[in-house]
């Protein structure tokens, strides 16, 4: 049966599957770990290449697994509670009417060449990807960008591409994503300019090719626009602009903490909380009718939520398993045997498999960098190598793979199937995954130059 045929069940099914999944795997894979340090430059916890050990077992059964999920919800609390909090803010902001101006002017100016909007947000999203990884702050915007959609005539699938999808084409390949090139680039003890040029290339190729990817898909499956009943305007009313510049305050703000202060998903949830009440009381909600738009939004995204706490579980259960690092060495031993260009190539893949069991970006970067630098200086690669693999491998990934907790949540939020999904994203990866290897090769070629 084709692919398309098959009904996929609910997503909180298959991240549970995914959950008994990983527990199996811990009755069926030897129980390891490496040694770890601390590393000053990223002020992180790093593997030791070569301490690869056996450990006791843990094999984790039925009620560990079960357990593991509640623990979820507590090692993903900060992302669950800016997917909250952002979620409520944006509440008050709509309940104000400003999101729908700001839809009604988007559409004016549009409506009747529509796929050119494309071009414009895949841009915005892509940049916030590169400049500070958004995910899960995408959850609480899908309502409105679905009402836009709707407006331009694409269907949900345009939708999650032109937001999710290009901010993380835009995290993959963006040259100053701290929390992917960046925290590898420091890994490699390599600068975080090194290879800019290259990098810089990669991300605006990787961009554009996603564009036209969605356009494609767009202008092939393009619904009837929805109506509207607001006038035709173009410029967004003086009351609306302000309660807008407020709520995109925290955003703004947060991009250069992420940067330069060391801000994490706390602040934003802070600043949005902040945001929100400072917008409905300027508005003219008032307090009491202001918390109650909070709420309202916070209690709209509570699946979401739930998708992230499962997603997080699937990895506890590996670790309490003790048997990610029994995977990670099992990927990694092979590529020493190889030759040069192939266990370079090979980096990708192995990337892809890894992030299934590790699906932080950052958790990735920590765990193999220190595993396969040393692999590249052993067999005479440039260092670029084994960050750029990881940037394609784990980075590209995050577009398919199911314990991503931030994938799940926006697709359920926009009603698209897993499966349909899969159908519209797989080949914008491939295609992107080939800019990942024709980068390598070219590194490869400097370097052997």
């Known amino acids: 049966m084709a692919f398309s045929k098959i009904d996929l069940p609910h997503p909180l099914i298959l991240l549970l599957a995914g959950v008994a ?37 843990a094999p984790v059964g039925l009620l560990a697994a079960a357990i593991a999920v509640p623990r979820g919800f507590v090692a993903a609390g900060e992302v669950i509670a800016v997917v909250l909090f952002v979620g409520g803010a944006w509440v008050v902001v709509d309940r104000l009417g400003t999101l729908p101006a700001l839809v009604a ?5 549009f409506r009747r060449r529509g796929l050119w909007a494309i071009p414009v947000i895949c841009l915005f999203f892509a940049a916030m990807g590169a400049l500070e990884n958004m995910q899960e702050e995408i959850i609480p915007l899908v309502p409105v960008l679905l009402v836009l959609g709707q407006g331009l005539g694409v269907d949900a699938v345009v939708v999650v591409a032109v937001s999710l999808g290009a901010a993380m084409i835009g995290s993959a390949f963006g040259p100053t994503n701290p929390f992917q090139a960046g925290i590898a680039l420091k890994l490699a003890q390599l600068t975080p300019i090194a290879g800019g040029t290259l990098r810089l290339v990669m991300f605006v190729a990787a961009v554009v090719m996603w564009i036209f990817w969605t356009i494609r898909y767009a202008a092939t499956h393009r619904v009837s626009p929805a109506p509207t009943t607001r006038a035709d305007v173009r410029t967004l009313p003086a009351k609306h602009a302000l309660i807008l510049a407020i709520a995109l305050a925290p955003m703004a703000a947060y991009v250069y903490g ?113 595993l396969f630098v040393p692999l590249a200086d052993l067999l005479g690669l440039s260092r670029q190598v084994p960050v750029l693999a990881y940037q394609t491998g784990g980075g590209l990934t995050e577009l398919i793979w199911p314990p991503n907790g931030a ?43």
Do not use: C
Not at 105 to 109: D, E, F, K, M, Q
Not at 422 to 440: E, K, S
């Open 21 to 57: 999944a990983a527990a199996a795997l811990t009755w069926i894979l030897p129980s390891g770990a490496f040694d770890r340090r601390d590393d000053p430059v990223t002020g992180r916890r790093v593997v030791v290449a070569g301490t690869y050990h056996p450990v006791p077992p």
């Open 258 to 370: 992420a940067l330069r202060l060391d801000w994490g998903f706390n602040e934003l949830s802070g600043a949005f909380l902040l945001a929100g009440l400072v917008a409905g009381i300027v508005g003219g909600l008032g307090l009491t009718a202001t918390i109650s738009a909070y709420l309202d939004g916070a209690a709209s995204l509570v699946s979401a939520s739930i998708m992230i706490g499962v997603a997080r579980s699937i990895s506890l259960v590996l670790e309490d398993g003790r048997v990610v690092d029994t995977i990670l060495h099992s990927v990694a031993t092979p590529l020493e045997r190889m030759p040069t260009v192939t266990a370079a190539l090979l980096q990708i893949p192995a990337h892809a498999l890894i992030h299934l069991v590790v699906p932080s970006v950052s958790g990735q970067a920590v765990l193999t960098m220190p």
């Open 105 to 109: 002017v988007l559409v004016a100016r």
């Open 407 to 449: 994938l799940m949540a926006v697709l359920l939020a926009a009603g698209v199937p897993y499966q349909k999904w899969i159908r519209f994203v797989i080949g914008g990866v491939v295609l992107a995954t080939l800019l990942g290897v024709a980068g390598i090769t070219a590194v490869i070629w400097l370097h052997a130059a």
